[in-house]
């Protein structure tokens, strides 16, 4: 058995928690990460967290990230490593603390047929290498997909996603 840590952030939500997972022999995923994660820590206690998904409408080999949702304890541990920040540090909240409870972000068409809201991770090794790169072919990796060779997952790497906003033309010319 080969256990490893991983950090798990998911920006939005001020969820960043360490993950330990055995490897088992196997190259993992992300999702096998996040799967680790939420088998330990149900929605339902303080610093649970659940995501869902659905197939891609491309290719239904693939998973799409729909949503996530954090029960927040109402301190956040910016770092990650145990030091929970007081709001009015600045360096995350805004100097406004945010009240407890169960937060979701998900992804969703804007109305106007030409943006999205969606998700997409990075992930980094402890040495600070980005792993996620967008690869040659110009296609996406699924987060359901073992992470290979060199990019594999490791102890140390950090995970990171984000809710992002995709526009398929700009929204103004300024000349």
């Known amino acids: 058995m080969a256990f490893i840590g991983v950090k798990l952030r998911i920006v939005g939500l ?5 993950v330990e997972l055995d490897d088992k022999g196997k ?10 994660y939420t088998s330990i820590h149900q929605i339902n206690e303080v610093g ?15 998973s799409l990230l729909l949503s ?8 956040f541990d910016f770092d990650g490593n145990g030091s929970v920040l007081n709001p009015a ?5 805004n100097g406004t603390a945010r ?6 972000l998900a992804s969703q068409f804007l109305g106007d047929g030409k943006s999205i809201l969606t998700w997409q991770y990075y992930v980094t090794s402890k040495t600070g290498r980005l792993k996620s790169k967008t690869k040659p072919t110009r296609g996406f990796e699924n987060f359901a997909s073992p992470m290979l060779g060199t990019d594999a997952i ?3 790497d950090t ?3 984000r809710l992002i906003a995709i526009v398929a033309e700009p929204n103004g010319v300024i000349v």
Request: hydrophobic share 35%.
């Open 14 to 18: 001020y969820f960043n928690a360490p």
């Open 27 to 36: 190259t993992l995923s992300i999702k096998d990460v996040m799967d680790a």
């Open 48 to 62: 649970g967290l659940t995501y869902t998904t659905e197939p891609d409408d491309i290719d239904p080999n693939k």
């Open 68 to 75: 996530v949702s954090h029960n927040f304890s109402g301190r």
């Open 89 to 93: 540090d600045g360096l995350s909240l």
């Open 99 to 104: 009240a407890a409870g169960v937060y979701t």
């Open 154 to 156: 490791e102890d140390g």
């Open 159 to 161: 995970i990171l996603w």
